[in-house]
């Protein structure tokens, strides 16, 4: 069975661009969690879809945004891109929502200048 | 508020054991996690405990107290492939909660 892909691996933007990552769960998973790692911060939750419905959000503001399709695939969005905005971005997904058995992708370098 | 405490490195011998403690205060709690990131990688799934104790797989091991809002990971004779950062994850609870993650303890095994 396929993993979780993520794409790009890596991304390099400029402050006050706007940028889409995607996230491909695994076969049969309908829930896409997305979480952003940085050195200060560690893993933070960002948002979780399930059945292209958003049921949870983390502490981000609102020029973070994503949605889900049909076939469960998950973007996430971050509008006017600040320099502080570099990080890792992970995406999660499991059958049913909970973290019992949450498979994280490689997750995508994202890199702000 | 939220809060996981741990440590934020520790190095250890090959062969040796080690203990990588983690606090927590949250305002759910629904089971604890502990997760291993190899630098570069994702973080792959190590161990769950929902209930008081130690649970016990192969050289890894989790303890949880939650009356004392405490979780260790015991790893036993390490290996250099053990190198790795390993994350304390709180789950707040419910089937629409969230992973709350500490910061991380970066392992550093020497030979």
């Known amino acids: 069975k396929a993993g979780v892909t993520q794409t790009p691996r890596y991304l390099i933007k400029t402050r006050g661009q706007q940028v889409t990552l995607s996230c491909s769960p695994i076969?049969?998973?309908?829930?896409v969690s997305w979480y952003q790692q940085t050195p200060g911060q560690g893993l933070q939750f960002l948002f979780e879809?399930?059945?292209?419905?958003?049921?949870n959000k983390g502490n981000f503001p609102g020029r973070f945004s994503g949605r889900q399709f049909s076939n469960s695939r998950s973007e996430m969005n971050v509008s006017t891109l600040e320099l502080g905005d570099s990080a890792l971005y992970l995406c999660?997904?499991?059958?049913?929502?909970?973290?019992?058995?949450?498979?994280f992708g490689p997750g995508t370098r994202l890199t702000v200048t | 508020g939220q809060n996981i405490d741990q440590p934020t490195e520790m190095t250890a011998t090959e062969g040796a054991i080690v203990q990588i403690n983690c606090t927590y205060q949250?305002?759910?709690?629904?089971?604890l996690f502990w997760y291993q990131q190899h630098a570069g990688e994702a973080p792959t799934f190590l161990s769950y405990n929902v209930l008081d104790g130690l649970e016990e797989k192969g050289r890894f091991s989790s303890f949880l107290s939650r009356s004392k809002g405490y979780s260790y990971l015991l790893l036993k004779e390490l290996q250099m492939k053990d190198s790795a950062s390993y994350l304390c994850a709180v789950f707040e609870g419910g089937s629409q909660g969230n992973l709350i993650f500490g910061k991380g303890t970066k392992l550093s095994v020497k030979p």
């Open positions: 879809y399930f059945s292209e419905t958003q049921r």
């Open positions: 949250t305002s759910g709690f629904n089971g």
């Open positions: 076969s049969g998973h309908r829930s």
């Open positions: 999660a997904s499991s059958l049913s929502g909970t973290p019992y058995e949450q498979y």
